[in-house]
């Protein structure tokens, strides 16, 4: 990527500019990467007009050729993908090697949603199944949303603005979106290649503030569809305002990972390890809580403590780095002040615990309290604090003890164990023998209670983004 001042919005198929300027920091120095415009809600009314009056040429195109747009699209991104992972690990401080796993993953988002494009079915309705229904035919078709708003959060810049803009174009709609400010440069650069394969108009992105031009993007009543990743005071005030539009809201979590007596110790400790420490914690499906039965706790505690200290925190853009920066120093004094808290009301710091700029060392923290503000909230960093209990009940009790329900996982080798760890925890998907962190694209991805609402994964949020007309035939 260039230098300063390259990267700019798309509003009706143009490269839009402004005077005023976002700067984006690096995460591990602070040094400006970029800036890129500040848009006004003017911009925000523009780029809405501008989805709006495409909606006719998305509806007029054939599926097909929506399917070869966007294994067009595909063929093109992989061959930069590895400059794309570049940006993400300056913009957001994540390891490269993360970075790069974030561009395969969007690569197959895409290639999902190329896939799905091409079977979007109604159904045959039994008419004559009803009074008065015989000899009518009935069939539902697949139509198109149409002006979308998609919001995304700064930790997966690519593929998280992927899962609303691919399906949202599969199904024939047209988007406005908004990447965070923070981290805003990997996806305008998305929306730049997209752009030339589609009609005017049909994919627009803003730059800004989220309290001004996210606010004309939930509150316009030419947007049909909200579709918002991040937190939950966010989506909240979003649901409050959005009115009459249908909504899908992927929010925060605190997700457990629970080791009961029987677990497979050592499967359980990379478990922990991948899912405490990837991009330093910042993630929605991270393991915030490790909830270990008293069996096993010492042995599970050594060895957690053995493979943390081997990690390697640094510069992201080494591959060999494990653990880079937090987004930003204010996210990192946060976990701080989270840590220190905890320590003063009892837990035991067994390694890490100290903070430089934006960087905080990965940290096991023993003998936690379920009533430590530090696992009561969703706590975004490299924190692995373990909860003991003593019995399976109490496991899944506390695992409960949580206004989230993103994902829970659950180490045992007792299928009857595992059996009621599904029916007992309260959450959008309960693992195995595997880590909250684990995703793959195609599968529905959402949380229970404050986690959110409805489901991210192509399939689902193609359906989710069309909506069923029936047609009568007398
Ligand atoms: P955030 O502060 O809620 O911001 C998310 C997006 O909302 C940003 O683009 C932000 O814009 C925008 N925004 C802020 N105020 C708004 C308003 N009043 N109206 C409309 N949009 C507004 O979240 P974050 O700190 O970037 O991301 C971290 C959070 O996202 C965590 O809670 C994490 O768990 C969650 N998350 C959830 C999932 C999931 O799939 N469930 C995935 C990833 C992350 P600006 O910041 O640019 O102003």
Redesign the pocket.
């Known amino acids: 990527m260039g230098g300063s001042n390259r990267m700019k919005m798309i509003i009706n198929g143009n490269l839009v500019n402004k005077d005023k300027k976002i700067k984006v920091k690096n995460p591990v120095n602070k040094s400006i990467i970029d800036t890129v415009p500040h848009a006004e809600r003017e911009d925000a009314k523009k780029a809405i007009h501008a989805a709006n009056d495409a909606k006719k040429a998305m509806k007029d195109m054939s599926s097909r050729k929506i399917s070869g747009i966007l294994y067009d699209i595909h063929h093109d991104l992989s061959k930069i993908q590895d400059e794309f992972a570049v940006i993400i690990t300056k913009e957001t401080g994540k390891p490269i090697r993360d970075s790069k796993f974030e561009m395969k993953r969007s690569l197959d988002t895409l290639l999902f949603a190329a896939e799905e494009s091409k079977r979007i079915y109604g159904e045959t309705i039994p008419l004559d199944a009803g009074i008065g229904g015989s000899k009518i035919l009935g069939f539902t078709i697949k139509i198109p949303m149409g002006v979308l708003s998609a919001?995304?959060?700064?930790?997966?810049p690519v593929n998280?603005a992927m899962h609303k803009i691919a399906p949202a174009i599969a199904a024939k709609n047209t988007v406005v979106i908004?990447?965070?400010?923070?981290s805003p440069l990997a996806a305008l650069k998305l929306v730049e290649l997209m752009t030339p394969y589609l009609p005017d108009g049909v994919l627009n992105s803003l730059t800004g503030?989220?309290?001004v031009i996210?606010?004309e993007?939930?509150t316009n009543n030419l947007v049909n569809k909200i579709s918002f990743?991040?937190?939950?005071?966010?989506g909240m005030?979003?649901a409050r305002k959005a009115g009459f539009k249908k909504l899908t809201l992927?929010?925060?979590?605190n997700d457990p990972l629970v080791v009961l007596d029987d677990a497979n110790i050592d499967n359980a400790v990379s478990a922990a390890v991948r899912g405490s420490y990837v991009y330093a914690g910042q993630v929605?499906i991270a393991v915030k809580r490790i909830i270990t039965q008293i069996g096993v706790v010492d042995e599970f505690t050594d060895k957690l403590l053995s493979e943390t200290k081997k990690l390697k925190l640094g510069d992201p853009l080494n591959p060999k780095t494990d653990v880079g920066p937090l987004i930003d120093e204010e996210a990192a004094l946060k976990v701080e002040n989270r840590v220190k808290d905890a320590l003063n009301e009892g837990a035991e710091l067994l390694c890490g615990g100290k903070r430089n700029g934006a960087f905080y060392e990965p940290t096991v923290l023993d003998k936690v309290s379920p009533n430590m503000e530090l696992v009561l909230k969703?706590t975004?960093g490299p924190i692995a604090p373990i909860i003991r209990v003593d019995s399976v009940d109490e496991a899944f009790e506390i695992a409960n003890n949580t206004p989230y329900g993103?994902q829970a996982s659950v180490f045992t080798e007792s299928i009857e164990k595992a059996k009621k760890a599904v029916k007992s925890i309260d959450a959008g998907t309960v693992l195995i023998n595997k880590q909250s962190t684990f995703r793959t694209d195609n599968m529905p991805f959402g949380?229970f209670k404050m986690?959110?609402m409805g489901k991210e994964g192509v399939k689902y949020t193609v359906e989710d983004m069309t909506c069923s007309k029936l047609v009568i035939i007398g």
């Open positions: 919001i995304t959060p700064f930790n997966y998280l908004k990447p965070s400010h923070k503030d989220g309290k996210g606010d993007m939930v990743t991040g937190s939950v005071a966010t005030s979003i992927e929010l925060g979590g929605c969703e975004f993103l949380g986690s959110g």
